[in-house]
């Protein structure tokens, strides 16, 4: 009898701590970093010039402890470069890790830490190969960390806030800079010194980090992560493919000269609406006529690269990139060549993603 009443006590002990545990358990957050400016150091705290890539992720980690009450964060870091230096190989690197990490069920949410210069190609990147739902966000900074109000330490902090929100799920990859959510699909960096160099210029804004909340104002618009047809499975490389740009007086070396060393697909970066002028038009069409495929994009950041308006892309066997920078049209031809060479299936993965 004795016994059996300090089983039932124990028991009740349990049933009491159990919850108490559970109700602690804060959620796991990784942090990969990949260099940058975010982990720059500069010579003074006023100077402007820095070296990017210089402080590890313990140490970017260790200087936001306030992010500690919001997760538990673990580092790693995948590669540390400025994001200049950023090739097709480290992105199958980085988007393996995440897939493995996100693929676990104690791991909440992902933050990438990045240099901003191809940031967006990155997240777009990730945002067609990663098979989860769970939050994905990359964040960097314009200042280096030694910087007079370095940017660095409040983004981290928010993109970690971001993540752990329940309402970031589904959102598909998404860059937190300067208290904004911009989508993986629309992020473009468009000034070159400002802290408020991330616009999402075709859509807006996914929302804005207020009081370490996100405040969502709209969903993504293009299919994204789970919803991708595309993935990194088994891939050691992606179809090479070039970008040439369009000014007034160009020649056609360079789409000739592509075509000569065994490009396999082309994005033009034209003029007004993606327009090449008459030589390149003819050796774009000799591409096509080669089996390369070729998309037009435009040089003008902002508005859609329409098909049948100066040209019609069906007589050419064109493409058409709609709202994809030059740069994320790039990516999404190396990932729409791994499953097709027909113009039209691709103009359906340029209006879809
Ligand atoms: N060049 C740097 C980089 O992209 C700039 C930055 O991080 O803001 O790595």
Redesign the pocket.
């Known amino acids: 009898m004795q016994m059996k009443r300090k089983t039932i006590i124990i028991i009740c002990l349990m049933g009491l701590l159990i919850p108490a545990t559970i109700a602690q358990q804060k959620p796991l957050v990784y942090i990969l970093a990949t ?4 982990a ?1 150091v500069g010579a003074s705290e006023t100077s402007s010039g820095y070296n ?2 210089v402080v590890s992720v313990d140490k970017i980690i260790t200087s936001v402890p306030e992010m500690l009450k919001l997760a538990e964060i673990k580092g790693e870091q995948v590669v540390n ?6 090739t097709v190989n480290d992105w199958l690197i980085i988007a393996g890790r995440v897939n493995e990490l996100l693929a676990r069920q104690d791991v909440t949410a992902v933050v990438i830490t ?6 967006e190609e990155t997240a777009y990147f990730l945002n067609l190969v990663i098979k989860s739902d769970k939050p994905v966000i990359l964040v ?3 200042r280096p960390s030694t910087a007079l109000s370095a940017d660095g330490p409040m983004n981290v902090y928010d993109a970690v806030a971001v993540a752990v929100d329940s309402s970031s799920v589904g959102k598909g990859v998404m860059i937190v800079m300067d208290d904004k959510i911009c989508s993986a699909d629309d992020a473009l960096k468009m000034m070159t010194t400002s802290l408020e ?1 991330f616009h999402c210029p075709n859509y807006g804004y996914l929302g804005y980090v207020y009081d370490s909340k996100p405040i969502y104002t709209r969903n993504p618009v293009k299919k994204h992560t789970i919803h991708s047809e595309f993935s990194i499975e088994d891939m050691v490389a992606l179809p090479r493919v070039d970008i040439v740009y369009g000014y007034a007086g160009v020649d056609s070396l360079f789409v000739t000269t592509a075509v000569d060393n065994g490009v396999k697909g082309i994005v033009y970066a034209g003029v007004g609406n993606g327009n090449p002028n008459t030589q390149n038009l003819n050796a774009l069409a000799r591409a096509v006529k080669k089996g390369i495929p070729v998309v037009r994009a435009a040089r003008t950041p902002i508005g859609p690269i329409t098909q049948y308006d100066e040209l019609n892309d069906d007589k050419y066997g064109f493409s058409a990139s709609w709202f994809k920078s030059p740069e994320k049209a790039r990516i999404l031809l190396m990932f729409a060549l791994t499953k097709t060479k027909d113009y039209k299936e691709m103009q359906r993965m340029f209006l879809e993603y």
Not at 81 to 86: K, T
Not at 114 to 119: I, K, L, Q, W
């Open positions: 260099g940058g400016t975010i720059g990017a890539g470069v400025p994001s200049q230096d950023i990045h240099g901003t210069d191809t940031m960097g900074s314009m160099t």
